[in-house]
């Protein structure tokens, strides 16, 4: 199920940054990194602490 959050999530992200690069007339890079220090802050105030790593239930023993 999250795979699939994830991935629509994405899809829509990338669908609003080819959105905006195509209306704006924008380099795609400028778009692509705003739009991910836009996500990284978005993290970090979602987030409890900032760190790299977040404890997804199951993944210990996906991946030892």
Do not use: D
């Amino acid at each position: 199920m999250w795979l699939l959050v994830t991935v629509a999530a994405c899809a829509a992200f990338g669908a609003a940054n080819g959105y905006i690069i195509h209306r704006f007339e924008l380099e795609p890079v400028v778009v692509t990194l705003a739009s991910g220090f836009i996500l990284t802050g978005a993290a970090l105030l979602i987030l409890p602490q900032p760190g790299g790593l977040q404890s997804v239930p199951g993944t210990s023993i996906v991946l030892g």
